[in-house]
């Protein structure tokens, strides 16, 4: 029983022994790639410093002009007053219009159909006949 315990024991000096040299061949190997990954580094920032954001943003003004002459503002529509054609609707609520239902265009074109209880109930598009 004690050679047993003692080759066991052996063993697990020797697992422990190769452990200890797989971390010094892995610190050996990675102050090897450190140079390598400074360069990398030093390559970065040098790319980032020869960048020049005024010259890039005219490339890119360059590239997509059109030509055209930029549209003018959009006049601004004050819907805190009533509105002076004689309408004494305030803005703030507006007639509803004729050909939208609950804000929409296309809502008008849905006719509800009601299940059971009217709780199957879907919508069924019916077409578009008041464009």
């Known amino acids: 029983m004690p050679g047993i315990f003692q080759g066991l024991q052996d063993l697990d000096e020797k697992r422990i022994n190769?452990?200890?040299?797989?971390l010094k061949k892995s610190v050996d190997i990675e102050r090897a790639v450190f140079p390598i990954i400074n360069?990398?580094?030093?390559?970065?920032?040098s790319a980032a410093d020869s960048?020049?954001?005024?010259?890039?943003?005219?490339?890119v003004i360059e590239r997509?002009?059109?030509g055209f002459t930029p549209p003018g503002d959009i006049p601004f529509d004050d819907l805190s007053t009533p509105r002076q054609n004689g309408d004494s609707t305030p803005a703030s609520h507006p007639p509803i219009r004729q050909d939208t239902i609950k804000?929409?265009?296309?809502a008008s074109k849905l006719k509800k159909r009601g299940g059971i209880f009217g709780i199957f109930g879907s919508?069924?598009?019916?077409g578009a006949h008041l464009r």
């Open 18 to 22: 190769n452990f200890k040299n797989l």
């Open 39 to 45: 360069k990398c580094l030093d390559g970065i920032v």
């Open 51 to 59: 960048i020049d954001e005024k010259f890039d943003s005219q490339v």
């Open 64 to 66: 997509y002009k059109s």
């Open 103 to 106: 804000g929409t265009i296309s």
């Open 123 to 126: 919508n069924k598009y019916i």
